[in-house]
Structures are given as structure tokens and as C-alpha cells.
């Protein structure tokens, strides 16, 4: 099915879009001259596997990484929370993280730094029809990487720069995003729920004590060894709190509860 411009985020309205194999040219080296230009005054959306991985490299929780580091944008069109990186007070509005060798988060930077050039955007559920994402080109003025002579395709750059893995243990994240209780763009959660969305997607610290400080394990009847799993493994949990999302959000069937807490119910 064709995309129109009606279903992507405005500010990529006006960008090429990129089917698969479309090629497109790039190269970005520490010799250009604009290199790191492109961190700094720029909007980069963070996803839960970026402030995971960002908050466990400064060895900080993602409550405080989240404080220190990440702005929330509250606008009346967003229908759900998204979380970006702060850029530096002063004038430079530089990223926190950039020095005078490039990224001093390199291997834990964000998908849309991995992925710059291209960006993505994830259309509006429709009913029957599974959401595709769909990739847009960026091609900003400032950057010389264009001119590169190297020839790419979208798969090829997310080979390249290695973003498979991240976007698997999102899948989940991308099924609540574009779920279809959101068909129309009528329909609102509520705050509790809004809280519970952003706890669980981004703030996985808090969301680990939510699990294991609550009534939670009284409540639901998780498989044997998952308990224990999301004590432990960050990744488990994420995968945890976007399925428990479908319940808490959703109400769909995907948590069963204990018979005790179902006879209080
Ligand atoms: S080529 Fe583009 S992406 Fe690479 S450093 Fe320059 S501005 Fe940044
Ligand atoms: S995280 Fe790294 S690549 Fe992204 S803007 Fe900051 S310094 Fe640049």
C-alpha cells in the first residue's frame, strides 16, 4: 500500500522517502568537516533500548538518566510520551556526550544517530492492516556525507550500523505504539495509564520496583524462572513491561492471574 504524506510525523513530511533497495549515497569519517555538526541543536528521539543502554554506560539508573539527560515534550497532539535527548544550556546546544573525537557514547549511541541518514517513522494503526515502517532520507544542508561516493540501501546502513538487535527487543514497543486501540486517533489514554506506558517503556528501574515492591507477583501467575529473569536481565524485563502493557493498557488476555487474587478481584 502506497503511504501518503497524511500519515507521517510533520516534521519528515517533506523528506524523501526511501523504499527498500532504493539507493541512496553516504559516508561519514572524522576527516570531513563537519564532523560531529551533526550533534548538536538536533532533535533525537530516544527509544527504551537507547536510555537503557545510555543510563547502564553512565552507569546511572534510568530514573536518574531520565532527570539528567532526557527531556519530555508534553504537546497536546502527542498521544503518547516520547523522550529526547537534552542538548547543552548554552549557546552551542552541543549533546552532552559529543567530544572532540566524535561520540564518546559510541557504541551505546542512539538508533537515530546509528541510523542518521535515514529516519523512520511508523504509520497509524489501520484495521487487518499491520503498521510498516517506513524511512525517510535526511539530507541537511550541514552534512557533507552525501557527497560520499558509497552507494547504500536502508538494509544495508541497518546492517552497517548494526541497530537488528535493539529493534527486536522493540518489537513490542512498536506493537503499543501502533496498536489498533488507537484506530481513528479519537481515542486517549488516561494519565494512570500514560504514567504506566512511560514506567514501563523508559523508566525500567522504576519499573523493576514496581514488579518487585508491589502486590504485582501476588497478583499475576508469571511462567517458572521468568520471576527470577526479570530481576536479573534488563532486556527480559523491557520484553516484560511491553507485553504487560497490552493488559494495562489494552486489557488484553496476555497476563494470567493467580486464582487467589482472581477470588479478591
Ligand atoms: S558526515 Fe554528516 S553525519 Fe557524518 S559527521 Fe558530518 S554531519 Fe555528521
Ligand atoms: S549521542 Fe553521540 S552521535 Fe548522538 S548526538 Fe550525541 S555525540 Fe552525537
Same mark, same amino acid.
Given at each position: 500500500m502506497s503511504q501518503t504524506t497524511? &500519515?507521517?510525523p510533520p516534521d519528515l513530511a517533506d523528506k524523501r522517502q526511501l523504499s527498500d533497495d532504493e539507493p541512496f549515497c553516504f559516508g561519514c569519517r572524522p576527516d570531513l568537516p563537519c564532523f560531529t555538526r551533526c550533534c548538536a541543536n538536533v532533535n533525537i528521539l530516544l527509544t527504551p533500548v537507547d536510555v537503557l543502554r545510555l543510563a547502564r554506560r553512565l552507569e546511572m539508573s534510568t530514573t536518574e538518566f531520565l532527570d539528567r539527560h532526557a527531556l519530555i515534550p508534553i504537546t497536546k497532539d502527542l498521544r503518547l510520551p516520547v523522550v529526547m535527548l537534552k542538548m547543552s544550556d &548554552? /549557546? %552551542?546546544?552541543? !549533546? %552532552? @556526550?559529543?567530544?572532540e573525537k566524535g561520540c564518546g557514547v559510541y557504541e551505546d549511541r542512539p538508533w537515530s544517530c546509528r541510523m542518521y541518514p535515514v529516519a523512520m517513522a511508523v504509520p497509524p494503526a489501520r484495521a487487518g492492516v499491520e503498521p510498516k515502517p517506513i524511512h525517510f532520507l535526511l539530507e541537511d544542508d @550541514? !552534512? /557533507?556525507?552525501?557527497?560520499?561516493p558509497r552507494k547504500w540501501a536502508v538494509n544495508e546502513w541497518r546492517e552497517d550500523q548494526d541497530v537488528a538487535r535493539s529493534e527486536e527487543l522493540e518489537a513490542g514497543f512498536r506493537e503499543i505504539v501502533s496498536h489498533p486501540w488507537f484506530i481513528g486517533g479519537e481515542r486517549r489514554l488516561d494519565p494512570k495509564r500514560l504514567d504506566m506506558f512511560f514506567t514501563a517503556c523508559y523508566d525500567l528501574d522504576k519499573f523493576r520496583a514496581f514488579v518487585f515492591e508491589s502486590t504485582f507477583l501476588e497478583r499475576f501467575d508469571l511462567e517458572p524462572g521468568l520471576v527470577e529473569s526479570l530481576r536479573e536481565d534488563d532486556d527480559a524485563l523491557l520484553r516484560f513491561g511491553f507485553r504487560w502493557l497490552k493488559l494495562a493498557? @489494552?486489557? /488484553?488476555?496476555v497476563l494470567p492471574m493467580k486464582d487467589s487474587a482472581r477470588r479478591t478481584a
Open positions: 497524511m &500519515d507521517v &548554552d /549557546e %552551542s546546544k552541543r !549533546c %552532552s @556526550f559529543v567530544t @550541514f !552534512c /557533507e556525507g552525501h557527497g560520499e493498557l @489494552f486489557g /488484553e488476555p
